[in-house]
């Protein structure tokens, strides 16, 4: 069996043991990808927020029974959260509600420039109007910037599934955001 090489191992293991430094670092370290993925998996702050709270204390709570080598932690807390993510996804289906809640605007303020605001809240609509597994295949390989291999992984296909989800969700965002960037609609590489 080949051990994978794990830039947490030393950390993990230290909060496995109560180091409360470690425990810290990790969070520290962990904290905004969590916070990044849930987020963009979920499209709600709050949600976002308990979602990446559970993965860590989940993470703390399994530490000191890790077993270095058998796959990356950080690869690992990203499957936690994303399974927390579907489980709260799950949850919205079953529940449906006449009218959407009033959420507070989370975009830059108008200082800030409203047109940029405008457009990460389309990018982001768009984003969420993908099938499950495109949007999923985009978070973490664009967003949390993970391998294919790794997002594969994670989301138990092939590599050459992985691209097609890739592939078919890029296209569907060029065609929704098409009036933002013109002329992208048609670069089909």
């Given at each position: 069996m080949v051990r994978i090489a794990d830039p947490d191992e030393d950390l993990v293991r230290r909060a496995g043991r109560g180091d409360a430094a470690a425990i810290q670092?990790?969070?520290?370290?962990k904290l905004p990808r969590m916070l990044a993925l849930a987020?963009?998996?979920?499209?709600d702050a709050a949600e976002a927020e308990d979602v990446a709270q559970e993965a860590l204390i989940r993470a703390w709570r399994q530490a000191p029974r890790w077993t270095p080598g058998k796959a990356k932690f950080d690869t690992w807390l990203h499957r936690v959260a994303l399974n927390l993510c579907y489980d709260r996804l799950r949850r919205r289906r079953e529940v449906p509600?006449?009218?959407?809640?009033?959420?507070?605007?989370e975009g830059p303020a108008p200082d800030r420039g409203l047109i940029a605001a405008d457009?990460?809240?389309r990018v982001d609509?768009?984003?969420?109007?993908l099938p499950q597994r495109?949007?999923?295949?985009?978070?973490?390989c664009h967003y949390q910037e993970l391998t294919n291999i790794e997002a594969a992984g994670l989301m138990d296909v092939s590599v050459e599934?992985?691209?097609?989800?890739?592939?078919?969700?890029r296209r569907a965002l060029r065609q929704a955001l098409a009036d933002i960037a013109p002329g992208v609609e048609g670069d089909h590489r």
């Open positions: 670092a990790l969070v520290a370290r987020g963009r998996m979920l499209g509600t006449e009218t959407p809640p009033d959420r507070p605007d457009t990460g809240r609509a768009a984003l969420a109007a495109q949007r999923e295949a985009l978070v973490l599934a992985l691209e097609s989800l890739l592939s078919r969700g």
